[in-house]
C-alpha cells in the first residue's frame, strides 16, 4: 500500500535558518504529492503540490521537488520566520478517489 | 480552490453521548472526507462519503460508531456515538479543489473532548 515517511521533530531552528523537513513515499506508479501546514489550533492548509516528477511545488517561499528516483519530495526554504512555526504534513494521493496518506506530522519551531 | 466550514469548531461531551458533526463546500463535490487527528497525531481517514451511497469506510472504522450522511452534494455530517475519552480527537472533514491535480481542502476541524 502506499505510505509516507516524514523525518521526526520537533525542528528547532533560529530565524533565517535554512530549513530542510525530509519526506520519502511508497506507492506504485505516479502519485500527486503535497505539503499540508497546520499553524497552532488551525485546520490543515495546502502549501504545495508537485503532480510528476521533476516539479517543482512552491509556495511562500517554501520549495519541494517531485524525485522519482529518490522516491522523496523534501520540503525546504532559505529563510524562516518565527511565523512559519507550524506542523509540517507531506501526504500523497495515488489514482481515483482523492484519498490522502499522510506522513506523521513534523513540528517545527523557529525562535527569535 | 474550496472554502470548507464545520461545525461546530470545538466541543466537551460526556461519556456516552454523540456528537454530529456538520461539514459545509462552497462547491458541488462527489466526495467528501472524514479524518481524524488524535492528539499529536498525523490524520487519519475514518470514511469517504459519496452523495447518493452509503459511506465507504477505513479499516478500523465502522458506520455504528461513525454514521455518516451526505443529503447532497455541498454538505455531510458524521456523528460520534457513544463517546468515550478515546474519541477526544480534532475531526476534519475535506473535499477536492476544482483543478485536475487532486488535492484537496480542508475544514477548520471539530475539536472534541470527551470526559
Known amino acids: 500500500g502506499n505510505s509516507v515517511t516524514q523525518m521526526e521533530g520537533p525542528v528547532t531552528l533560529s530565524e533565517e535558518a535554512f530549513l530542510t523537513i525530509n519526506c520519502t513515499y511508497t506507492a506504485t506508479g505516479y502519485p500527486s504529492l503535497f505539503w499540508y501546514v497546520q499553524y497552532p489550533g488551525e485546520g490543515l492548509q495546502l502549501l504545495l503540490k508537485?503532480?510528476?516528477?521533476?516539479d517543482k511545488g512552491s509556495n511562500k517561499g517554501f520549495e519541494a521537488t517531485y524525485r522519482k528516483e529518490t522516491t522523496s519530495f523534501h520540503l525546504e526554504k532559505g529563510s524562516v520566520q518565527v511565523s512559519d512555526s507550524a506542523v509540517y504534513f507531506c501526504a500523497l494521493t495515488r489514482g481515483g478517489g482523492n484519498k490522502l496518506t499522510f506522513g506523521t506530522g513534523t513540528q517545527l519551531k523557529v525562535e527569535l | 480552490s474550496a472554502v470548507i466550514s464545520q461545525k461546530p469548531s470545538r466541543d466537551i461531551c460526556q461519556r456516552g453521548t454523540s456528537l454530529t458533526i456538520q461539514c459545509q463546500v462552497d462547491s458541488q463535490v462527489t466526495m467528501m472526507f472524514w479524518y481524524r487527528q488524535q492528539p499529536g497525531q498525523s490524520l487519519t481517514l475514518i470514511a469517504t462519503?459519496?452523495?447518493?451511497?452509503?459511506?465507504?469506510?477505513e479499516s478500523g472504522f465502522v458506520i455504528d460508531k461513525f454514521p455518516i450522511s451526505r443529503p447532497n452534494l455541498t454538505f455531510s455530517t458524521l456523528t460520534v456515538s457513544n463517546m468515550s475519552p478515546e474519541d477526544s480527537s480534532i475531526y476534519l472533514c475535506?473535499?477536492?479543489?476544482?483543478?485536475?491535480?487532486?488535492?484537496?481542502?480542508f475544514g477548520p476541524g471539530t475539536r472534541l473532548t470527551v470526559l
Open positions: 462519503a459519496n452523495q447518493g451511497s452509503e459511506a465507504t469506510y
Open positions: 475535506s473535499a477536492p479543489g476544482r483543478g485536475p491535480y487532486n488535492e484537496q481542502f
Open positions: 508537485a503532480t510528476k516528477a521533476d
